[in-house]
């Protein structure tokens, strides 16, 4: 049937100013009474998001040229620089294929220098940005590129070039560098990324930049060299989570605070580039291809916060990452930029008050725990008495309580799928991922997937149970089938393992079948994957 066009006049779409106030009201009558900022929400830093934010007046607005990405102009034209890692089973075929799919620089993670040559055969050096980390962050490595480059003709000034040292390990070699090395060239990487997959919080993970940043000032003077010389041989690696507004507010709290260190060292402001660095920790290899949403979104993240090189990782990545897998993740980063064209506004988020307030409560929390380490000696120090280490493992714990408590993932404990979870690798065994415990109740489910009957009783709440417990079933990979409670002999002839009650308290008199549990006692439990791990016992185990 064909419908009539809607007609709509001009003034339906225009609407009465509303301040503050009419909004807090419309809330209420929406929550029917209940106040906006019961909505409300805390963050593992104790940050909290709210519901409704006060719109300030544009002149009550801080600057915010200080948190556009270090080259404004060059993003305009070019976008950010679409970073493909290059691992030690790389050939040169792989890095041509990677710079012909999207990639417009690359991070060179081991091999001798005397294979750099071979490794960028054919390669214009001045045409990408090359970064070095890992086992080929070294001088000689760095040397290596700057001899390639002129065998080129092409002057080292020229190359957009990363040596990627540690500030922690390597700073006296990096500074030795520092007089002979061309003004454009970063000498130091300070890596927030790897922290986060260790386990720290964002804020953990600024302020843990910021003490890097501190030690390089301390060594730089131990040095005889001024910081404000070293300032601009610095870059700064962050995490970016699934959560795209995370990412946004991450990248602009990193630029604020890194003026903020520099103002208290009286060095005049000086550009820091950013590089983002899709989460590991986000990623499951349950429904693994769930993490393509979960890295899209993370680089949206980064996009918009300004992020001057971003890497993304194919969504098999723990289990063995695919040449389709890390074109699909190069090639969003394309898209974002040649079909959305969000390189073409600086700082898009700049002036919503949300943002605003995410920027800066993340900016102040990161300094606290600047602040913290600083306390503690510096970053060396906290590094040596295992103050880091310790952060990282009780916010990872946190969170995977948090997991086990029923917090929602998708893919995992939410619309989860089924089989046998593949193994991860060996590289990845040390980054605290929430959804690993998950994964391992799955193994244990391949391992032993004992006869569960659901037994339903009469009361209200029965349906609700079997609902609820079905879901977490479906989340450990465990099947079940439903009688209700007047069934009789039919429960004793189905022979289960374990019996669920759903609005049951205990067995229905005169029923002997499998060992009773209580749908409410697991849906209630804290440790929900523990309550079901429970049921996988074998059969002549007691417990």
């Excluded at 064909?2 to 301040?19: C, G, I, L, Q, Y």
């Excluded at 064209?341 to 605003?356: N, T």
Aim: with cysteine; hydrophobic share 50%; glycine share 10%.
């Amino acid at each position: 049937m064909r419908m009539k066009p809607m007609v709509m006049a001009n003034t339906d779409a225009e609407f009465e100013a509303a301040d503050q106030a009419v909004w807090t009201e419309m809330a209420r009558r929406i929550l029917k009474g209940a106040a906006p900022d019961s909505l409300d929400r805390t963050d593992e830093d104790g940050l909290v998001t709210r519901a409704l934010y006060p719109v300030d007046a544009p002149d009550a607005r801080a600057a915010t040229a200080h948190l556009l990405p270090a080259f404004p102009h060059r993003r305009l034209v070019e976008g950010w620089q679409v970073c493909q890692p290059v691992g030690s089973d790389a050939a040169n075929a792989d890095i041509h294929e990677a710079l012909g799919s999207g990639a417009t620089a690359l991070l060179l993670q081991s091999g001798a220098p005397a294979e750099i040559g071979q490794l960028l055969d054919d390669v214009v050096l001045t045409a990408v940005g090359l970064g070095l980390e890992g086992e080929a962050a070294t001088p000689a490595h760095y040397r290596t590129i700057i001899e390639r480059a002129n065998a080129q003709g092409e002057a080292a000034d020229r190359l957009d070039l990363d040596a990627g040292l540690d500030v922690l390990t390597q700073a006296d070699e990096g500074l030795a560098l520092h007089a002979a090395a061309p003004a454009g060239h970063r000498l130091f990487r300070i890596d927030g990324w790897a922290q986060h997959n260790l386990g720290l919080t964002a804020a953990q993970e600024l302020g843990y930049v910021l003490a890097g940043v501190a030690e390089l000032f301390r060594a730089a003077e131990s040095a005889g060299i001024a910081p404000a010389d070293i300032a601009g041989r610095v870059s700064v690696r962050l995490a970016l989570p699934a959560d795209m507004f995370a990412g946004i507010a991450a990248c602009r709290a990193m630029r604020r605070l890194w003026d903020g260190i520099l103002l208290a060292c009286g060095i005049d402001p000086v550009p820091v580039r950013i590089e983002g660095f899709a989460s590991l920790r986000m990623m499951s290899v349950l429904d693994h291809e769930v993490n393509m949403l979960r890295t899209t979104t993370a680089l949206l993240g980064g996009a918009i916060g300004g992020a001057d090189a971003m890497a993304g990782f194919g969504h098999d990545l723990l289990t063995g990452e695919t040449p389709g897998a890390r074109r699909t993740a190069r090639l969003a980063q394309v898209l974002m930029m040649a079909e959305s064209e969000i390189a073409r506004s600086l700082d898009p988020a700049a002036g919503a008050p949300f943002i605003e307030s995410r920027t800066d409560d993340l900016a102040d929390a990161g300094w606290s725990a600047f602040q913290e380490i600083e306390c503690a000696g510096g970053l060396t120090a906290a590094i040596k008495a295992g103050m880091i280490q310790a952060q990282a493992a009780a916010a990872a714990t946190a969170r995977e309580a948090r997991m086990r408590a029923g917090e929602e993932l998708l893919g995992v404990t939410l619309q989860p799928t089924g089989g046998m979870p593949p193994e991860i690798l060996a590289a990845f065994s040390a980054v605290r991922r929430p959804a690993a415990c998950v994964e391992a109740l799955r193994r244990r489910t391949a391992e032993f997937s004992p006869r569960i009957l659901i037994l339903r009783g009469a009361t209200d709440n029965a349906v609700a149970e079997e609902r609820g417990i079905r879901r977490w079933l479906g989340m450990a990979g465990l099947q079940a089938v439903t009688l209700d409670a007047g069934s009789g002999s039919a429960v004793s002839d189905a022979r289960p393992d374990i019996v669920i009650g759903c609005g049951l308290a205990a067995l229905p008199e005169g029923v002997e079948a499998g060992n009773f549990r209580s749908a409410a006692a697991i849906l209630d439990a804290g440790d929900r994957i523990a309550a079901l791990e429970d049921l996988l016992v074998p059969k002549g185990d007691a417990r």
